[in-house]
């Protein structure tokens, strides 16, 4: 055997290696899944082939499944990159409202402030960046309080999670609110036409921001694995011990890490409002920061892999409805196959035990306990 | 190892060929014979035992006596709205009905686009006028006038109360101000305390059951001994309470004898929507061509008495079914506007 040639075998065996424990997962699941639909009294088979038309089967349909995984890209990728640095950020749910917030109110408000009409290449990058940099720094505090105190993110992240949300829900309730006295929902009015993003084609509510989820995913890997910032972070994810003795400030590279996954997160929220809504709302999101989680561990924690892990999220949460349409199967269904896919992939012993599948020497380390 | 991958690899290719052939056959809503009604609930589920249900329970109704082909898709994210009634509008479906305020835009937008089907909203008051859209309301001025008016009739202490979440939306106000005026119509010296939970947001007055409770229990230990709880789970809140404490209770929307199982012993009455008859009596109108344009007001009504039914003596009963003649000729008038001026 010449050496290209076991080079590349090892390779695909590494590949293997990585998608077979998330692809059986899955699998193991749906079957599950299909088992609880039949004992409830409906057809697994049908149900699956409404949840498959519901998400691919037409172009709408394609066009919604692509529309839900935007958040869950960005959310996905927020929590993949903290993983990265060796923290735990379940503070995302946080940072996408007050991103969401804050890029809604420049997007309605910036312009009767300053008086002036601003140009779509100026007011809708100043909203976008708007809520990046709150998410940024949304993640940057837990991330400064645990490279400086040791006060763990964990803890830190779910405060910041309750802060974020009671502040925006007094800004929604009052100075964000929309005035128009008709309206008694807690909700900003309409921004901008100049600050929102436009779809990728007439007639369907896919968008710019999905193309922009998918660069993202890019600028992830780009980062962690072509630069030198990338390898500081992983490096401090894998050995913080190391890391320092290395040379590298491992301090600012914490607070960084956590301040770029709440970047991500931020983002999640800002481009829900300004490709999406057109206007944040209260109780707009249904738990995409904490979705974020599973997906960032489906994926094993690469940038491919939460894409492929959010639209396979997407298209369950998308085809949901035609599934329910055609079969009247419950759509809790839904939520129950993807608690059962965390748990697998969570609890990769069982999947490993059930095809007999030897424990790779690799151990993924997530994070590290209150030492670390 | 390799056979265990090829019989996995077996399981799933028989698993996807049988997916492909298990699809059903849907009946076809775009012929003219059949007439389809599909309803899309707010954020939650069907068996709510609230506004979805009974609205659910409307549509049945129209297929069991109109012959008509049902269905419903519960939506579990609000920027699914559009979606989920396109569902229906692009399946041929003649009726769609909508329930709850936060469907209204999205009902008025699928309105426009779909000028062949009738849309039903529950509980949206329309702004504008679309020939194939009505919106359901509901005088809740009169649910809560009754309210007041048994409530009046029924207390010893001369002292009744009401446990209302925010007073800025208009008909948990118009329940408040109704049960005032059917209150003092019975006996103008009566003592009435009217709390609203207007010192948090939007997100917590409808959900706060200890907010409820807590401002029930102090009214009570004032001598209140009737309490009129409205506003979701804050309601909810002050309605269980009321029961331990042992004063009469009021519910609100639907008969909540059967939502709040643990208030049902001093469960009074409830000052219902009726949600089922209206959204009936309106897809009927639609088969018949004659959907009536803009908002429509349905009907309120009490509960029956349940538990307590004993306590009511036929005097009261008597008073009251003279009340519910005189509100529905127009003799007796709420004097609620339809918003706090």
């Given at each position: 055997?010449?050496?290209?040639?076991?080079?590349?075998?090892?390779?695909?065996?590494?590949?293997?290696?990585?998608?077979?424990?998330?692809?059986?997962?899955?699998?193991?699941?749906?079957?599950?899944?299909?088992?609880?639909?039949?004992?409830?009294?409906?057809?697994?088979?049908?149900?699956?082939?409404?949840?498959?038309?519901?998400?691919?089967?037409?172009?709408?349909?394609?066009?919604?499944?692509?529309?839900?995984?935007?958040?869950?890209?960005?959310?996905?990728?927020?929590?993949?990159?903290?993983?990265?640095?060796?923290?735990?950020?379940?503070?995302?749910?946080?940072?996408?409202?007050?991103?969401?917030?804050?890029?809604?109110?420049?997007?309605?408000?910036?312009?009767?402030?300053?008086?002036?009409?601003?140009?779509?290449?100026?007011?809708?990058?100043?909203?976008?960046?708007?809520?990046?940099?709150?998410?940024?720094?949304?993640?940057?505090?837990?991330?400064?309080?645990?490279?400086?105190?040791?006060?763990?993110?964990?803890?830190?992240?779910?405060?910041?999670?309750?802060?974020?949300?009671n502040?925006?829900s007094y800004?929604m309730n009052g100075?964000?609110k929309?005035?128009?006295?008709?309206?008694?929902?807690a909700?900003?009015?309409?921004?901008?036409?100049?600050?929102?993003?436009?779809?990728?084609?007439?007639?369907?509510?896919?968008?710019?921001?999905?193309?922009?989820?998918?660069?993202?995913?890019?600028?992830?890997?780009?980062?962690?694995?072509?630069?030198?910032?990338?390898?500081?972070?992983?490096?401090?994810?894998?050995?913080?011990?190391?890391?320092?003795?290395?040379?590298?400030?491992?301090?600012?590279?914490?607070?960084?890490?956590?301040?770029?996954?709440?970047?991500?997160?931020?983002?999640?929220?800002?481009?829900?409002?300004?490709?999406?809504?057109?206007?944040?709302?209260l109780?707009?999101?249904?738990?995409?920061?904490?979705?974020?989680?599973?997906?960032?561990?489906?994926?094993?924690?690469?940038?491919?892999?939460?894409?492929?892990?959010?639209?396979?999220?997407?298209?369950?949460?998308?085809?949901?409805?035609?599934?329910?349409?055609?079969?009247?199967?419950?759509?809790?269904?839904?939520?129950?196959?993807?608690?059962?896919?965390?748990?697998?992939?969570?609890?990769?012993?069982?999947?490993?035990?059930?095809?007999?599948?030897?424990?790779?020497?690799?151990?993924?380390?997530?994070?590290?306990?209150?030492?670390? | 190892?390799?056979?265990?991958?090829?019989?996995?690899?077996?399981?799933?290719?028989?698993?996807?060929?049988?997916?492909?052939?298990?699809?059903?056959?849907?009946?076809?809503?775009?012929?003219?014979?059949?007439?389809?009604?599909?309803?899309?609930?707010?954020?939650?589920?069907?068996?709510?035992?609230?506004?979805?249900?009974?609205?659910?329970?409307?549509?049945?109704?129209?297929?069991?006596?109109?012959?008509?082909?049902?269905?419903?898709?519960?939506?579990?994210?609000?920027?699914?709205?559009?979606?989920?009634?396109?569902?229906?509008?692009?399946?041929?479906?003649?009726?769609?009905?909508?329930?709850?305020?936060?469907?209204?835009?999205?009902?008025?937008?699928?309105?426009?686009?779909?000028?062949?089907?009738?849309?039903?909203?529950?509980?949206?008051?329309?702004?504008?006028?679309?020939?194939?859209?009505?919106?359901?309301?509901?005088?809740?001025?009169?649910?809560?006038?009754?309210?007041?008016?048994?409530?009046?009739?029924?207390?010893?202490?001369?002292?009744?109360?009401?446990?209302?979440?925010t007073?800025?939306?208009?008909?948990?106000?118009?329940?408040?101000?109704?049960?005032?005026?059917?209150?003092?119509?019975?006996?103008?010296?009566?003592?009435?305390?009217?709390?609203?939970?207007?010192d948090v947001g939007f997100d917590k007055t409808?959900?706060?059951?200890?907010?409820?409770?807590?401002?029930?229990?102090?009214?009570?230990?004032?001598?209140?001994?009737?309490?009129?709880?409205?506003?979701?789970?804050?309601?909810?809140?002050?309605?269980?309470?009321?029961?331990?404490?042992?004063?009469?209770?009021?519910?609100?929307?639907?008969?909540?004898?059967?939502?709040?199982?643990?208030?049902?012993?001093?469960?009074?009455?409830?000052?219902?929507?009726?949600?089922?008859?209206?959204?009936?009596?309106?897809?009927?109108?639609?088969?018949?061509?004659?959907?009536?344009?803009?908002?429509?007001?349905?009907?309120?009504?009490?509960?029956?008495?349940?538990?307590?039914?004993?306590?009511?003596?036929?005097?009261?009963?008597?008073?009251?079914?003279?009340?519910?003649?005189?509100?529905?000729?127009?003799?007796?008038?709420?004097?609620?506007?339809?918003?706090?001026?």
């Open positions: 055997m010449s050496q290209s040639q076991s080079k590349k075998s090892e390779l695909v065996s590494k590949l293997t290696d990585t998608l077979l424990v998330p692809t059986l997962a899955i699998v193991t699941a749906i079957v599950l899944g299909g088992i609880i639909i039949a004992f409830v009294g409906g057809n697994p088979f049908a149900a699956y082939a409404g949840l498959l038309e519901g998400a691919f089967g037409s172009l709408k349909g394609i066009s919604e499944t692509a529309v839900w995984s935007t958040p869950y890209i960005f959310a996905g990728l927020a929590v993949a990159l903290a993983f990265k640095g060796g923290l735990f950020n379940i503070g995302g749910e946080g940072q996408l409202a007050l991103g969401a917030t804050t890029s809604a109110w420049v997007g309605y408000a910036l312009p009767d402030l300053l008086g002036v009409e601003l140009p779509m290449v100026i007011h809708l990058p100043l909203a976008i960046l708007t809520g990046m940099a709150v998410g940024f720094l949304w993640g940057a505090i837990p991330g400064a309080l645990k490279a400086y105190t040791g006060a763990h993110e964990v803890i830190n992240t779910i405060m910041m999670n309750y802060i974020a949300l502040i925006v800004l100075p964000f929309d005035k128009n006295p008709l309206n008694v929902i909700r900003t009015p309409l921004i901008a036409e100049s600050a929102r993003i436009p779809p990728l084609f007439d007639g369907l509510r896919v968008h710019w921001g999905f193309i922009l989820a998918l660069a993202m995913a890019y600028g992830v890997w780009w980062l962690l694995w072509k630069t030198n910032l990338g390898f500081e972070i992983r490096t401090v994810g894998a050995n913080p011990e190391a890391a320092k003795y290395a040379g590298i400030n491992v301090k600012k590279i914490m607070t960084l890490s956590l301040g770029l996954s709440g970047m991500l997160a931020g983002l999640a929220g800002t481009v829900e409002v300004t490709a999406l809504n057109y206007r944040h709302e109780g707009f999101s249904q738990g995409y920061g904490f979705d974020a989680i599973a997906i960032a561990l489906l994926g094993k924690n690469h940038p491919l892999g939460v894409v492929l892990a959010a639209i396979l999220f997407a298209a369950m949460r998308n085809g949901a409805t035609r599934m329910q349409f055609l079969t009247q199967i419950p759509v809790d269904i839904i939520s129950v196959v993807q608690a059962l896919i965390l748990l697998f992939v969570a609890a990769d012993a069982i999947v490993r035990y059930l095809y007999r599948i030897k424990q790779s020497d690799e151990k993924v380390v997530l994070t590290r306990g209150w030492g670390g | 190892m390799k056979k265990q991958y090829t019989v996995f690899a077996i399981l799933l290719i028989a698993s996807m060929l049988l997916t492909a052939c298990g699809a059903p056959a849907a009946a076809d809503c775009k012929s003219e014979e059949l007439f389809c009604v599909g309803m899309v609930t707010d954020v939650g589920k069907i068996d709510d035992k609230s506004f979805n249900q009974s609205a659910w329970e409307g549509v049945k109704k129209a297929e069991a006596e109109l012959g008509a082909k049902v269905q419903y898709i519960e939506t579990t994210d609000a920027k699914d709205y559009d979606k989920n009634i396109a569902t229906f509008a692009d399946e041929g479906y003649d009726v769609i009905v909508t329930v709850g305020f936060a469907l209204g835009e999205a009902t008025t937008k699928a309105a426009g686009l779909y000028p062949d089907v009738d849309f039903i909203g529950v509980d949206q008051f329309l702004q504008t006028t679309l020939v194939n859209q009505t919106g359901l309301n509901f005088p809740e001025d009169i649910a809560g006038f009754l309210a007041g008016a048994l409530a009046a009739q029924m207390t010893k202490t001369g002292n009744i109360g009401a446990v209302l979440a007073d800025a939306v208009p008909p948990v106000w118009r329940f408040g101000e109704g049960y005032r005026a059917g209150a003092l119509y019975v006996n103008p010296d009566i003592e009435i305390n009217i709390v609203y939970h207007n409808f959900v706060d059951p200890e907010w409820g409770a807590t401002t029930t229990n102090s009214m009570a230990d004032k001598g209140v001994d009737v309490i009129f709880g409205a506003g979701g789970k804050t309601g909810n809140g002050a309605l269980i309470a009321a029961a331990q404490k042992g004063v009469y209770a009021i519910g609100v929307d639907t008969d909540q004898y059967n939502t709040v199982p643990e208030a049902q012993s001093k469960l009074l009455t409830s000052a219902m929507k009726n949600i089922t008859v209206g959204v009936f009596d309106l897809i009927k109108l639609s088969k018949e061509g004659k959907l009536p344009a803009g908002n429509f007001f349905g009907t309120a009504s009490l509960a029956p008495y349940h538990d307590v039914d004993a306590d009511v003596s036929a005097e009261v009963r008597a008073k009251m079914a003279e009340i519910e003649a005189g509100l529905l000729d127009g003799s007796i008038k709420t004097n609620v506007p339809p918003v706090k001026p």
